[in-house]
């Protein structure tokens, strides 16, 4: 167990559904990064918050967005769903504003978009 | 985008031997780490090398970093079954407040 919980483990949706992924960080860390890894595309940002502020956006879709709460939790929330959106979905947690300690990852999420 | 490109792109080797690979990136880092993914599982941290570093150890692992090649090798030595991952490249720019990742080398090791 790595400290940070990331919840569902897997998630199967159809097309033009809206789902929520949570992300609980390891106690203590402040940051939390979101990451989206497929087959063709690797591992690629999405987002980074730190106490609660957005600090650094990726390629990011407009369908998708993220909040960080003031419990430091983050929810990745995917809209309008598409087929390519099937991934598995990672988030990691640090220290602080910036990853020059390393990240630690949760399981992720295996989203499937039928 | 891609900061980091690993090669090979898949090694696969016998117990006991040892495993190199090779991550090059394109712009200034202020460190590069190494990652650890099992299949399908979440990535973990192996080791961290900072810019002004040129060698680091960590157990069974060495690693190695060239800034004015832009490249870094991670080296398994008496690789074990247990090792068989994906293992990834990520660099920290010190300004984009956060890691981008490379493509990643599958490593099989066999019995």
């Known amino acids: 167990d790595s400290g940070v919980t990331q919840t569902p483990k897997h998630l199967i949706t159809a097309t033009g559904q809206r789902v929520t992924l949570r992300c609980s960080p390891r106690?203590?860390?402040?940051?939390v990064y979101w990451y989206q890894q497929s087959l063709d595309q690797g591992l690629q940002f999405l987002i980074h918050?730190?106490?609660?502020?957005?600090?650094a956006k990726g390629n990011i879709l407009e369908r998708f967005s993220a909040q960080q709460f003031p419990d430091l939790h983050s929810e990745l929330n995917l809209s309008s769903l598409e087929l390519g959106d099937s991934a598995l979905y990672f988030c990691?947690?640090?220290?602080?504003?910036?990853?020059?300690?390393?990240?630690?990852f949760g399981s992720g999420t295996r989203l499937t978009v039928v | 985008s891609q900061q980091g490109e690993e090669d090979p792109q898949a090694l696969s080797i016998q117990e006991g031997e040892n495993a190199t690979m090779n991550c090059s990136y394109k712009?200034?880092?202020?460190?590069l780490q190494w990652y650890r993914q099992n299949s399908g599982r979440g990535l973990v941290h192996l080791i961290l090398?900072?810019?002004?570093?040129r060698e680091k150890h960590s157990g069974r692992l060495r690693v190695t970093l060239d800034t004015s090649k832009k490249s870094s090798s991670l080296l398994i030595t008496a690789s074990r079954a247990a090792d068989t991952a994906s293992y990834f490249c990520?660099?920290?720019?010190?300004?984009?407040?956060?890691?981008?990742f490379g493509t990643g080398t599958r490593l099989q090791v066999t019995l």
């Open positions: 090398i900072r810019s002004n570093e």
């Open positions: 990520a660099t920290d720019t010190g300004t984009a407040s956060k890691l981008t």
């Open positions: 712009t200034s880092i202020n460190n």
């Open positions: 918050y730190y106490n609660g502020e957005e600090r």
């Open positions: 990691a947690s640090s220290v602080g504003v910036a990853p020059n300690y390393g990240y630690t």
């Open positions: 106690s203590g860390d402040l940051s």
